[in-house]
């Protein structure tokens, strides 16, 4: 499996960015992934996840509001978009993946993911 995020920046407080995450070389048909940050001094946190189970596709956000995942299984691109940023949001985003998973995706915890893209900065200004 492989991830490369892309799409980060900097962006004034309240503004939108999407970041986007190019994921191949899934084996299993049921597998997760995951947007997953980690801002100076504080430990990752899991944003939102999706999956796939018995053919069909599911989107967990876990920041509710602000933070939504998508994907378009066409292109293997798995997308976050981000509204109304903080200064808070200032973090690496990555894009995490767990091939061979038939759980709900939302039963992982950062640690759990085994494959993760390289991070994209994103810098909110106050």
């Known amino acids: 499996v492989q991830l490369v995020e892309s799409g980060g920046g900097l962006v004034q407080t309240g503004g939108s960015l999407r970041l986007s995450c190019a994921a191949s070389?899934?084996?299993?048909?049921?597998?997760?992934v995951g947007w997953v940050r980690q801002a100076p001094g504080r430990e990752r946190e899991v944003l939102s996840c999706m999956g796939r189970q018995r053919g069909k596709y599911y989107y967990q956000d876990l920041k509710q509001g602000r933070f939504t995942i998508s994907s378009d299984p066409e292109k293997n691109m798995v997308y976050l978009q981000m509204n109304n940023l903080q200064p808070e949001d200032t973090a690496i985003y990555y894009c995490a993946a767990v091939d061979d998973w038939g759980h709900w995706c939302t039963a992982l915890r950062h640690y759990d993911y085994d494959v993760w893209g390289q991070g994209t900065q994103v810098t909110v200004s106050s």
């Open positions: 070389g899934f084996i299993d048909e049921e597998f997760a």
